[in-house]
């Protein structure tokens, strides 16, 4: 059976969250780079395996599947060692409010489609864009530190790594990309750190993929 294949992008960070997973379940994938600066995702070859035009991508013998807490959701229940959920059903839920939050509320704000539609049909400049996306990561933010008050111990939901780091991480490195302040979020700040700190996040980083810089 030949590898699974994960189209992604060094520093798209919804490729990173799967990134993660990956390597917090022991999975090994073969990286396939679609370049977004180049447009790539948007050209007639990536479109026939990937219709949303977007990374990341999985694909393995007979099956393609977009949306990265999707392909993490199926791989938590192909390979569920360890689980990326808390097994509390509150806790769970929470896990979940926060990747949600990341995933369905900041996240496309700042996507690159959405800055380049800022700027071809409202003439928004780069530093426009980058007010714009630390806006959403603000806001969204805020609702996150508050939560982890709540749930935080080592890590974003008590002790362990769950998807919620999963979407943490990447976001915050997208966060100081945009020049977010984040010193009004200590807990989310710690978080990531503390992630970050584990190999599996580390390994996942997009410093450390092909075609960085
Ligand atoms: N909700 C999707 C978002 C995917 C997405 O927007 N990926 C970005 C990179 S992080 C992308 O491919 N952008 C290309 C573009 O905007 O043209 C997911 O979680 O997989």
């Known amino acids: 059976m030949p590898e699974p294949i994960l189209y992604g992008y ?3 960070s919804a490729a990173y969250r799967v990134r993660i997973a990956l390597n917090l379940k022991g999975i090994t994938a073969t990286a396939a780079p679609v370049d977004l600066r180049q447009g790539e995702q948007r050209g007639q070859a990536y479109r026939a395996m990937a219709p949303a035009g977007l990374v990341p991508m999985w694909e393995e013998p007979g099956f393609r599947l977009g949306q990265s807490l999707a392909i993490i959701a199926y791989l938590d229940e192909r390979y569920p060692d360890p689980p990326l959920l808390p097994q509390d059903p509150r806790l769970r839920a929470a896990c979940r409010e926060i990747a949600y939050t990341i995933a369905c ?6 996507n690159l489609r959405v800055l380049e539609k800022l700027g071809a049909d409202l003439g928004a400049d780069g530093a426009a864009k980058t007010a714009w996306a630390a ?6 933010f ?3 530190e508050a939560r982890l008050a709540e749930t935080a111990g080592a890590h974003a939901i008590g002790d362990r790594v769950t998807l919620a780091d999963i979407c943490l991480v990447p ?3 997208n966060a100081r990309r945009f020049e ?3 010193s009004p979020y200590p807990r989310i700040v710690a ?3 503390a992630a970050r700190a584990l190999a599996p996040f580390a390994a996942a980083a997009p410093e450390h993929q092909p075609g960085s810089g």
């Not at 509320?105 to 700042?110: R, T």
């Not at 806006?135 to 969204?140: D, N, P, R, S």
């Open 10 to 12: 060094w520093r798209s």
């Open 105 to 110: 509320d900041i996240h496309p704000l700042g």
């Open 135 to 140: 806006g959403w990561i603000t806001a969204g």
């Open 142 to 144: 805020d609702a996150i």
């Open 171 to 173: 976001q915050t490195y």
């Open 180 to 182: 977010v302040d984040l």
């Open 191 to 193: 978080a990531d750190a």
